[in-house]
């Protein structure tokens, strides 16, 4: 199936337990993610938006995956179901793939200055940088011997990409609170990363307005002159989920061939 990732089988993973979110359909990182901590031996649950559950049920299967709940980040009565599923499921736990962000369509294209709502802006904050520290806070309660949680982010955070308006905003906000959360649990042996992917073909990409040039442009402006591959992404997360990554919190991990060590463009001579 084209579907499935061939993502080396090992038992890095095996005995931790963990939650990943953002699974929408084959393609989603997070998807690319469990694949690989599910080679390893992961045990996991998945998190998903509610309405997904006949794409996510499938996806659970093909991995071996036997608890898959609905969760709103928005709404804190589903996420205190959420994770008390999470709970009565997997009892403790080891790791956490945050994958989650939105942005209206509207705050994804053209003048940032122009297109940014307070409704809008306030809608992308919440769901993609404050679900993360509301789910670093609740994944910490179930961390009592240490562990490690992850989030996804973007170069839009540290620099001006076209139509990446109001998510860039977002994405420096998820960094910043990946060094606070990483600063505030890491006395309880817990580490928070960033995985600053490059552009890759999913729905989220889909969403902003020329998507596609993100990715063409992110391979031609790349160090490698590659796109940034999902084996790649998955493998930095394994290293950061497993015991591997012990000594390193706080970090923003970049994994896009090198898109952001890249000054000018390598036609630009003049
Ligand atoms: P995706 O659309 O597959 O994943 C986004 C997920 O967010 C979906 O599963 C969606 O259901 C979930 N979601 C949105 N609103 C939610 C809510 N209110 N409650 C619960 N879940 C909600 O796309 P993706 O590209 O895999 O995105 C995953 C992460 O990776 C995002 O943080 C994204 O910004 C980041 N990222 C993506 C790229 C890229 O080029 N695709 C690059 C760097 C970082």
Redesign the pocket.
């Known amino acids: 199936m084209a579907d499935d990732y061939d993502m080396p089988k090992g038992e890095l993973m095996k005995g931790k337990k963990g939650v990943v979110?953002?699974?929408?359909?084959h393609?989603?990182?997070?998807?690319g993610i469990a694949s690989q901590l599910a080679a390893q031996g992961a045990e996991m649950a998945f998190?998903?938006?509610p309405g997904?559950e006949r794409r996510v049920q499938p996806l659970a299967d093909q991995l071996g995956v036997k608890t898959i709940a609905p969760?709103?980040?928005?709404d804190d009565a589903a996420m205190d179901t959420a994770f008390k599923v999470v709970a009565d499921s997997l009892g403790e736990i080891d790791f956490f793939v945050?994958?989650?962000?939105?942005a209206n369509k509207d705050e994804l294209k053209g003048s940032f200055v122009e297109n940014t709502t307070r409704e809008g802006f306030l809608r992308a904050m919440d769901?993609?940088v404050f679900?993360f520290v509301d789910c670093a806070r609740r994944a910490a309660a179930l961390m009592p011997n240490g562990g490690s949680i992850v989030?996804?982010?973007?170069l839009g955070a540290e620099r001006a990409i076209p139509n990446y308006n109001t998510?860039g905003v977002a994405?420096a906000g998820?960094e910043a609170a990946t060094r606070y959360a990483a600063r505030d649990l890491g006395p309880k042996g817990i580490r928070v990363n960033a995985?600053?992917?490059?552009?890759?073909?999913?729905?989220?990409?889909a969403?902003i307005s020329g998507?596609r040039g993100?990715?063409a442009q992110g391979r031609a402006m790349s160090a490698m002159k590659e796109d940034?591959s999902m084996e790649g992404v998955a493998g930095a997360a394994l290293w950061l989920m497993s015991d591997l990554g012990r000594s390193t919190t706080g970090e923003v991990v970049h994994v896009d061939a090198g898109f952001h060590i890249m000054g000018l463009a390598d036609d630009a001579e003049g």
């Open positions: 979110t953002g699974v929408a359909n393609q989603s990182i997070a998807f998190l998903h938006l997904m969760v709103d980040v928005t945050h994958s989650i962000a939105f769901i993609s679900s989030c996804m982010t973007y998510m994405k998820l995985i600053s992917a490059g552009a890759m073909r999913t729905l989220s990409l969403g998507g993100m990715l940034t």
